[in-house]
């Protein structure tokens, strides 16, 4: 009876229990976010303003090098700086002489925006599902406070209707704009707790007619030029990127590359150019939890302005399904929740004027690149009469599905990685930067040892480690990723080993199969890399190359061992420095500055933007960064171009060693296996091929391998010329005609390198 009852009413016991768990799940969220929410009273009395926002004051010098003036204005807590070397003044804000606000051009939002030194977003608490609201210091900021310093000037920004002080510190420092926000000097006295500090934000705004661009970091580098205006839609969109990982972390959003990458920052700059001068901003301290926000002319106002977004607090989603609180009824969608606490770290950033030569993204990257060597951020990996190397990915196995067990699909083994490198070696190459993927068993479920048998196993690895004694040049890398773990990967513990978001659930996926996948804890990665070294401890010339620790950087709340975005970067740099104790070579996909003083070898960097509606050009700012110290490829493989030698050119523009992506086996064997990024890459197919390449590039362009790349000049779209510090000059030609510069024949589809600045 009871039987055929439960039988009869199986779906809609399940159902009920599927409910169940659902709301319970809920409820705990809930109860989550108010364990986490911040405690307050209501004691707070907005005090008496000290500002009057019609007094436009005046500025007066508070601080002055032999290079640089800073002035400050009382009345509007403003800064401006003087380029004492041109004479240029970069406004800290907007005045009529910027952007004429008289006669109803702006409202008066938009002009209090432009007055603002800066903005600050913030939550109410007590209407916790209220959404954020926005202030300006240009008409909310009814405090100023200023303390004049030795070589500057501290000032804090009181919103007294919420209750939030800011004290942001201006000083000149070696020919240097540096500001600091401490997070101590941040002040919530009432209900509402800041999440947001746009920073200056329209320092050095200018309309089109200064003539100049915006650069930012999206990609490889992009620029916004000020005189293709009137080209663009008539509703122009600003650009925001997010520095290291996006802000707002879903696992899912981890693999769609492009996508995620699009709103991502591998470095904390931006610049501005205004005519024959430039202002280049680089977040210093604190740069984990920042975003770079970009908004060309036409964007509400005609004016071109870039900044930096702080954000002081982690800010995450609540899925608020149908249920009954004790505040009330919380009925679908999300609701965002602020964390507890400000995130514990000081805000500095430092502004460098650049003028006439230097003024422009060449210049920027120099300036950065000089920056990270000071400050050992950038490790000199290429010594002097370094031999130009060829860049290799060989995919060594793959599976393909079967009824009952997955069948393993070798493409490459480690045999035939030596045979490889053999036949490069006769015929004349033996300088190679050699990445081996999917080598281990269960390398789909995140095993990070466990050389497959079918390659050759333990024994076969070891060969090839031999091999390496007898050829030096060979760097060899294995592949792996410690920051992704699957259900099925052994030894993980979701509660220890599993990074969690800010309502105590694990950051995860699951897929259709089952498996779960997640992202894994930083301290728990950097364990794994350390047993994985003790592993790898018998085969002292193997590298090793990370897939995910410069790409991917998040704060974790787990409570067995929690993490800061900031604190996560520590840990990485932890464990690259781990690595690099142990004397082996690292190579790093994905460019995270914080990567640059352990890696001897960076692949898959973006060759271009990605491409938003504002971008005029793409530009290589990052490689101009590295270029000389750290060899690198680009995400463009030769045997994958639909050009060779349009590939080959952009190889050529962006200072990348040639690349190839290949497997021993016919590529045929990869169909039906779901590999689908492989679809010519046989060795044997490719041999010749890549053999010329290489001798290509070594016979021409030896001569600015391990050379500063020092400029990059768009003479029209389709002619471009990248100098170098010695004094080479490379004419790149993408058009389909013969183009003409500056004295130089370029043939179509060709380059021609010119020495010692003569063309």
């Known amino acids: 009876m009871v039987k055929q009852f439960l039988k009869e009413r199986l779906g809609t016991i399940i159902l009920f229990v599927i409910l169940a768990i659902f709301l319970v799940w809920g409820y705990f969220s809930i109860q989550k976010a108010r364990s986490n929410a911040i405690t307050f009273t209501d004691e707070y009395e907005e005090p008496e303003g000290n500002v009057d926002f019609e007094d436009e004051g005046r500025y007066v010098s508070v601080a002055k090098t032999d290079k640089l003036e800073l002035f400050y204005n009382e009345a509007k807590g403003a800064i401006q700086v003087k380029n004492l ?325 070798t493409m490459t083994d480690f045999d035939q990685v030596q045979e490889i490198l053999g036949r490069l070696s006769d015929a004349g190459i033996n300088r190679t930067e050699v990445l081996l993927s999917a080598w281990m068993k269960g390398y789909d479920e995140y095993e990070y040892w466990g050389p497959a048998r079918q390659l050759g196993g333990t024994g076969g690895l070891k060969d090839l480690n031999k091999y390496l004694e007898t050829a030096p040049g060979n760097r060899v890398y294995l592949e792996n990723a410690f920051m992704f773990a699957s259900s099925e990967t052994s030894g993980m513990s ?116 990605y491409g938003f509606s504002i971008t005029d050009y793409a530009v290589p700012f990052l490689q101009m960064v590295v270029s000389g110290r750290i060899p690198y490829s680009t995400e463009g493989a030769g045997n994958l171009s639909y050009d060779l030698q349009t590939q080959k050119l952009k190889w050529i523009e962006y200072g990348a060693v040639p690349y190839f992506h290949l497997t021993y086996e016919s590529a045929l064997k990869l169909r039906d296996t779901g590999y689908e990024r492989l679809f010519s890459s046989t060795y044997d197919d490719w041999e010749g091929v890549m053999v010329d390449t290489y001798k290509e590039f070594r016979d021409n362009l030896s001569c600015v391998y391990g050379v500063q790349m020092t400029d990059h000049s768009y003479l029209t779209d389709d002619l471009i010329r990248v100098d170098y510090a010695n004094g080479i000059s490379i004419y790149i030609n993408y058009g389909g005609e013969e183009a003409k510069a500056e004295g130089v024949t370029v043939p179509a589809k060709s380059y021609v390198i010119v020495e010692g600045g003569e063309r």
């Open 494 to 609: 979701e509660k220890d080993d599993v990074a969690y978001d800010g309502l105590n659930l694990e950051i995860s996926a699951t897929n259709m199969d089952g498996t779960v996948f997640y992202l894994v804890n930083p301290l728990s990665a950097y364990k794994r890399n350390l047993k994985f070294l003790d592993k790898l401890e018998k085969y002292d010339l193997l590298g090793v190359a990370y897939a995910d620790v410069g790409q991917y950087a998040y704060a974790d709340f787990n409570e067995t061992a929690s993490y800061t975005k900031t604190a996560a970067v520590a840990q990485l740099r932890e464990l690259l420095g781990s690595t690099a104790d142990t004397n082996r070579y690292i190579a790093s996909q994905g460019a995270n500055q914080y990567v640059y003083s352990y890696t001897d070898y960076l692949f898959d960097l973006r060759e271009d933007s």
């Open 85 to 409: 070397e041109s004479g240029y003044l970069w406004k800290g804000i907007c005045d009529n002489d910027v952007y004429d606000m008289s006669g109803g051009s702006v409202n008066k939002m938009w002009k209090s925006y432009l007055q603002s030194p800066i903005t600050i977003t913030y939550n109410n608490l007590k209407r916790r599902d209220s959404g954020a609201r926005t202030e300006y210091a240009g008409k909310d900021c009814k405090w100023l406070e200023a303390e004049y310093l030795d070589n500057g000037v501290s000032v804090t920004y009181g919103f007294t209707t919420p209750g939030i002080y800011v004290t942001v510190e201006y000083t000149l420092e070696d020919d240097q704009l540096v500001v600091r926000i401490p997070v101590d000097k941040i002040q919530e006295k009432a209900r509402f707790a800041v999440t947001t500090i746009e920073l200056l934000p329209y320092f050095g705004a200018s309309r089109n007619e200064a003539g100049g661009y915006l650069f930012y970091p999206d990609g490889s580098g992009a620029i916004t030029t000020y005189e293709k205006a009137d080209t663009r839609p008539s509703n122009v969109l600003g650009a925001s990127y997010y520095t290291y990982t996006n802000r707002f972390l879903a696992f899912q959003n981890l693999f769609d590359y492009d996508s995620y990458n699009r709103y991502t920052a591998a470095m904390p700059v931006y610049g501005i150019k205004n005519g024959d001068d430039a202002l280049f901003a680089v977040f210093t301290e604190g740069a984990e939890n920042t975003g770079i926000v970009v908004y060309p002319s036409g964007y509400v106002v005609d004016l071109n302005h870039a900044g930096f977004e702080i954000y002081t607090r982690n800010v995450y989603n609540v899925n608020a399904n149908s249920m009954s609180t004790a505040e009330g009824s919380a009925t679908g969608g999300s609701i965002q929740r602020v964390d507890k606490y400000l995130i514990p770290e000081n805000r500095e950033v430092r502004y460098f004027f650049l003028s006439g030569e230097e003024a422009d993204y060449g210049g920027m990257a120099a300036t950065y690149r000089d920056y990270l060597v000071e400050n050992d951020l950038l490790k000199a990996a290429i010594a002097p009469g370094d031999e130009m190397p060829l860049a290799l990915e060989l995919l060594m196995g793959t599976t393909k599905g079967g009824m009952v067990f997955d069948e393993y699909v």
